[in-house]
């Protein structure tokens, strides 16, 4: 499924990465239209290909926009693709080799290439290795922690049933860690089987990109929500410890951001509410950055 909301230049050819894939398993693109101003819905049924389906809505965000593609696809997967991005052309079929090798598994995904805009028109896709390395992670945090998200929110899929029978859909509302929300608590409940390889190209430097406009000094609520899961009991013992880090090691960055804003004393509040990652490099750093009053340390150790 596709959220649109005014990509008018770029949604036909995200399209077509979709429906040139190598895949014999028969295809639905569910377009989801937040309230679009410009061309963009006109473009989607302009292509006149009957496996896509548009579906119009008042603007809501992206969290209502992915929640309602969930609810109108009718396959047994979802597969989430940004209307900027681009998908392998051997990205469904990597999909469908790790839902086999890991049949438990009801998240699947693979890395994505960040290519800038500029360079986007003129980047040739290599061929998936053969065999696809593939790796199945029980404890998402510990893995996030180690080595960052295995994947982003172009480049995964879902089992539908899945999401449908524990009611699990992105947070509305929120345009800023929705999506990891989702992932954290999906992997709460299913292991999941992801692969290395690039899956998506990812398209980076665009002026009305949310994740390039995000200035918010604040801790976004996918960690605080980490966090009272995490305290409260209600995941799996062994996520516990990895989760209450993870939230922990993001109020450090924030901690650092509100230091280079000359906000020392926020600095300080959330640098104490992250002591669960006090034996870590990071916040012994960010304390003594704090405690000197550097401000040059801080934003160099960023």
């Known amino acids: 499924m596709i959220p649109l909301y005014n990509k008018q230049n770029y949604v036909e050819t995200t399209l077509r990465s979709v429906l040139t894939q190598t895949t014999e398993r028969p295809l639905e693109v569910v377009v989801v239209d937040d309230g679009s101003t410009d061309d963009g819905p006109a473009r989607v049924l302009a292509l006149a290909d009957a496996r896509v389906r548009l579906v119009q809505q008042k603007n809501a965000g992206v969290a209502a926009a992915r929640n309602r593609g969930i609810r109108e696809a009718r396959g047994h997967w979802v597969v989430f693709l940004d209307a900027d991005d681009l998908l392998h052309p051997q990205a469904l079929a990597a999909y469908e080799q790790l839902s086999k090798a890991f049949p438990m598994a009801d998240i699947v995904g693979g890395k994505d290439v960040r290519v800038d805009d500029s360079a986007f028109a003129s980047h040739d896709f290599a061929a998936l290795p053969e065999p696809l390395p593939m790796l199945e992670v029980r404890n998402l945090p510990a893995y996030f922690l180690q080595r960052g998200m295995p994947f982003s929110s172009s480049s995964v899929a879902m089992r539908r049933e899945f999401l449908l029978d524990h009611a699990l859909g992105f947070p509305e509302g929120e345009s800023m860690g929705e999506d990891l929300d989702l992932w954290l608590r999906a992997a709460e409940l299913s292991p999941l089987a992801c692969t290395p390889a690039g899956l998506v190209l990812y398209r980076v430097g665009l002026a009305q990109s949310l994740m390039g406009s995000y200035r918010d000094l604040v801790l976004l609520p996918v960690w605080q929500r980490l966090r009272q899961r995490a305290l409260s009991g209600a995941m799996r013992p062994d996520l516990r410890t990895p989760s209450l ?21 926020e600095a300080w509040q959330h640098l104490w509410a992250a002591r669960a990652a006090a034996r870590g490099h990071r916040w012994w750093v960010t304390f003594a950055a704090l405690a000197s009053g550097s401000r040059r340390l801080v934003q160099r150790v960023r």
Not at 245 to 265: F, G
């Open 245 to 265: 880090r993870l939230a922990a090691e993001m109020e450090v960055t924030l901690s650092r951001r509100l230091a280079k804003a000359a906000r020392r004393s």
